[in-house]
């Protein structure tokens, strides 16, 4: 009995151990079919894509830089161009593998240039972030015993790479700084922007001026060179493929290079920070804008721009070279602002061109506050031409007064700065341009319920505004539209840099003519009138610049400003339209502390207006003062 259980039990054990072995053997075989197959396909149906593949894991792709575009005056002659230059790269993806060895890479490169590890650290994790393939630029002009060294030693230098690419080359110096601009590799923060899709981590833009606004159209368009390389990355022969780059397009301003140059030289021999900008009247081509002091657009050609370098160009101390003052500057304008105030208040019915205003204390009162005269003078009954010859400030106080409204964006006088392109960015094609300040009782009042002024606004606002005192902020560009718009008689110009774009052989493709941004209308008489004024206050004895232009050759209309600066010595302006009858040019100087008009700006737009009118043997100071100084 108990031996039939023991044999029935083995038989049955005997048989699960045959099914394990069967289903053993069976998913064997499946396992091998699949593998077979597997194998099968990879040789018979895939080998000629994974053959494409391996070949392509030996291929580089290296990218070939365009020239960008060139920038040249209204002549032709070249303001920036390119050269080429030798550069030590670093292609992040040919890194060796490993932290220990590609820490050991970057030492070793870092002495070969004499630059601190980490700086050479922070610009690969930098470029890693973005375009991991593009190389990070970490020397320029390399000189050739390096570049010797290196294509001896490159298997020691992996990913170390010496490249020619091009680099912006400044043919007249630091000329027209602000105006043109400067390029640097793309920041981090801008390739988030939609502005610069399709750019790399590496690749070079326009950063300010000309170079920014006409980016587009300088940068070209890369090509790329692909070859074949072995298992260190390096070339193992000749290209592959290439495809050429296209340079970027030309860009023709209406600069005109000698009166650039000369208005910088005359603000270089005063030393004083200012700026200047001067315009065709008829068409906003600007002429000449520049700032003082200026910079070398070439220091940001280099790869890194250290930060000393970048203190000192932005340091109060040193005048703040970058700051371009021609379109930032925010000053009071002191007497040139008074033929807007002649406008608006003939415009508003508040003065005649014949009316005369008496002046027999040298000043102005309301209640019991005074505005005198500059230098407390006495000059007598006045018309609005005589005013504006002897820069009367009593005249225009009383228009002032008679201007002035609570209504919260002001009266006839902040409608007439406003028209004129004062309070507003004039439309430059320029970035970053300030739109200055026109006060007027919504602005004050909101200050005062801030609890930062004393009080709300007064008539005494409009009255310090009538002769460009007070909290009025202006510069040099909006005071040269505002003139040029009185010399042409109705058309307030968009100043404009840009005049065409040509492509590389010379072909136009685009022709720039803005538009004039308003028309107003300023009535014969009145803009005769106000001619004549600032035409006597230059060319006629008792002018108040009569010492500088009286023997003139070109008669011109001008009119000096002594502007008020809390904290600073007095601001020197002046503003004139050129010739006086027809004008062509409308030009604006100011200098930080230069005392009077006549002092500084005058003898400065002086040679500014002899470089345009081509004249020789001009004295280029104003002598002595014949007429009142203010």
């Known amino acids: 009995m108990s031996g039939g259980v023991s044999g029935g039990a083995e038989n049955r054990q005997a048989s699960r151990f045959s099914l394990r072995i069967a289903v053993l053997g069976g998913a064997a075989l499946v396992l091998f079919a699949v593998i077979f197959l597997r194998l099968w396909y990879l040789e018979v149906l895939s080998g000629d894509e994974y053959l494409a593949e391996a070949q392509d894991n030996q291929v580089r792709e290296f990218t070939v830089q ?35 060895r590609q820490a050991q890479l970057l030492r070793r490169t870092a002495e070969l240039i004499e630059t601190p590890v980490e700086r050479i650290r922070k610009e690969i994790r ?43 080359r400044y043919p007249q110096g630091t000329l027209a700084a602000h105006a043109l601009g400067y390029v640097r590799e793309i920041n981090e923060e801008q390739l988030a922007e939609p502005q610069w899709k399709g750019i790399e981590s590496g690749d070079f833009i326009g950063q300010d001026g000309l170079e920014y606004s006409y980016d587009s159209v300088l940068r070209g368009v890369n090509g790329a060179t692909r070859v074949q390389v072995d298992a260190d990355g390096l070339p193992t022969g000749k290209a592959l493929s290439t495809r050429e780059p296209e340079a970027g397009n030309d860009l023709i301003t209406s600069l005109d290079v000698d009166v650039q140059r000369a208005a910088e030289e005359a603000m270089e021999a ?42 000192r160009l932005t340091a109060e101390d040193q005048g703040n070279p970058l700051f371009n003052r021609a379109i930032k500057g925010g000053y009071p304008t002191g007497s040139t602002f008074k033929p807007i105030t002649a406008l608006a208040a003939l415009d508003s019915g508040n003065v005649t061109t014949t009316e005369v205003i008496g002046d027999s204390t040298g000043f102005f009162s309301v209640g019991t506050q005074r505005f005198y005269n500059a230098g407390q003078a006495v000059l007598g009954s006045q018309s609005l031409q005589g005013a504006l010859q002897v820069s009367s400030d009593v005249f225009f106080y009383n228009l002032g007064f008679r201007t002035n409204s609570q209504e919260p964006d002001g009266g006839a006088l902040q409608e007439w700065a406003r028209q004129l392109s004062l309070g507003s960015q004039t439309g430059i094609d320029l970035p970053n341009e300030e739109p200055g300040r026109i006060p007027d009782p919504k602005w ?14 007064t008539v005494g606002d409009n009255i310090n505004l009538s002769v460009g005192q007070g909290d009025l902020a202006a510069d040099p560009l909006q005071m040269a539209v505002a003139y040029a718009t009185i010399g042409n008689g109705s058309d307030v110009m968009r100043p404009h840099l840009g005049l065409r774009v040509e492509d590389p052989s010379g072909r136009t493709v685009q022709e720039i003519t803005p538009e004039p941004r308003r028309t107003v209308e300023i009535e014969d008489d009145w803009r005769q009138t106000i001619m004549a004024g600032l035409e006597a206050a230059a060319m006629s004895p008792g002018g108040t610049s009569y010492g500088c232009f009286g023997n003139f050759p070109i008669p011109i209309a001008g009119k000096t400003g002594t502007a008020e600066r809390y904290g600073y010595e007095d601001q020197s302006w002046y503003v004139a339209l050129a010739p006086a009858e027809n004008p062509e040019i409308a030009v604006a ?38 007429g009142r100084i203010e």
Request: net charge negative; with cysteine; charged share 25%.
């Open 66 to 100: 365009a020239p960008r575009g060139e920038i040249l005056d209204a002549d032709g002659k070249p303001l920036v161009t390119n050269r080429t230059a030798l550069a030590l790269q670093i292609r992040t993806d040919e890194l060796p593998v490993g932290r220990e």
């Open 126 to 168: 930098l470029q890693t972030l973005e375009a991991p393939a593009s190389p990070v630029t970490l020397e320029r002009d390399v000189p050739y015993k390096l570049v010797y060294y290196l294509s001896e030693h490159q298997r020691d230098y992996p990913g170390v790479t010496i490249d020619r690419i091009y680099v912006r």
């Open 270 to 311: 005063r030393g004083l920070p200012g700026a200047f900008a001067a315009i065709n009247v008829n068409t906003g081509g600007v002429v000449a804008l520049g700032s003082y002091p200026t910079y070398d657009p070439a220091v940001f050609s280099k790869p890194i721009v250290t930060e000393s370098t970048y203190e």
């Open 444 to 457: 004050r009042n909101e200050l005062y319920a801030d609890g930062l002024t004393d009080r709300e606004w």
């Open 589 to 626: 100087v100011t200098m930080e502390e230069g005392g009077f008009g006549a002092d500084s700006a005058a003898p400065a737009t002086k040679q500014i207006l002899a470089e345009y009118f081509e004249l020789e043997r001009v004295d280029p100071g104003c002598g002595v003062e014949t």
